[in-house]
């Protein structure tokens, strides 16, 4: 009796470990958790790289695939853990008087044939890389975001600026009218006409106000901001800045994207999941070795249990992975394509931008301005009615408007080319060679 109390005992022994095991899992996984801070607020004076860093360490979306890598990283840790043994405790012939009582106390053990510990700590470790490789994908695309969204709320910044120019250029004509008709040297016709200039002067700078405050918010947002605050100033100006490259370090930094990473990573993922697959075929033992009563005699009791793979043998799971495998490898393959015909298209649309803000740089600016200033001398000279001035000043604002929008896209080129290229800024300083199929192209 005494020592089926003994294995009684034992029992309740390995129940309670497992239970305490299991508790302090949870109470673990409680402590972990950390709460969650608000971002901070956006810094009144905001440049490119301060915006980017922003996101960087406040964006949610970022945050939330972080928390998919750690999963990742969890799941390489249960693949390198062993299985369970398992802890048995029966008995017999409770009822039967005539028979005598049987008890038996063992452990059980899964011992893994074919290398599956080491397969699945493979699988585990490609399906870590292709998460990070994700991770950095979503990172690149949402600094592309910001980027973009920075370049619009500088050129509506600009138009804003050139609308309010617009206006005071306006009212000067205006007051310079007033003193006219004053003096009886101008008819009141041209007054008013100048004045319904000003007005749609004003209505385009309130236009342009509206416009850039929405520039600013869809910056906030692009950089996961929480409040929308827009007491703050974009510190850098939108300017022509001229980039160096050479064509075969653009395509080793491209075929580096975190896509590439990813691509090449899932097959190798779907190579070890085949792998491990083949391994599963193989039947595991399962060895057990415990201790057995039998009414007054104690003995010890030992077993091997062995599946026999006559019908299933995993053939299915095999054939599974092997098409996965080679259909990564074909993924593979249309992504390095993509890359270097985004990359090719990219180049491309630096070019032609580059040109054209140099066109216009080099004189169609200077044009509209002497030709204002002709008609505005014109005007006040008497030699030029007010309908030539106005026609000038409209010219003279579409120039300037065409000219920050050229090098908004310019910039917008240059972002999507460091997107293309995997890089988060090119190297600025030199005018960026020209193919020589677009040396081909008439202008």
Known sequence: MRKILVLIGIGWFAWGYGLFASLNAQEVATVARSPQVEPPRVPTSLTLAAAIEYARRW????????????MAQSEAVTARLRPNPTFTFSGENFTQTDREQEWFAFFSQTIETGGKRERRRDLAEWTVRAAEATAQEVERRLLMEVKLAYARALLERARWELARENL???????????????????AEGDLIKVQVEAQRAEFALRRAQLEY???????LRAMGATSFDLQFELREELTFEPVSFRAEELERAALERPEAVRARAEVERAYALW???????????VASFGYKRHGPNNTLYGAVSLPLPIFNRNQGEIERAEAQWRQAEAE???VRGELL???AAARRAVEIAAEQVESLRRDFLQRAEDARAVALAAYREGAADLLVLLEAQRAHTAARELYWQALYEYRRALHEL???????????????PVSSEASRISP
């Open 332 to 334: 593979w393959r249309l």
């Open 418 to 432: 460091e997107r293309a290229t995997g890089l988060e800024r090119l190297p600025r300083g030199v005018r960026p």
């Open 213 to 219: 405050e929405q520039a600013k918010i869809a910056l």
């Open 341 to 343: 015909a985004e990359l």
């Open 59 to 70: 964006h949610p979306r970022l945050q939330a695939v972080q928390e998919q890598v750690r």
């Open 275 to 285: 792998q491990l697959e083949r391994a599963r075929a193989k039947p595991d033992l």
């Open 168 to 186: 005071e250029t306006f009212r000067q004509i205006v007051r310079y009218n007033e003193v006219r008709v004053a003096e009886g040297y101008t």
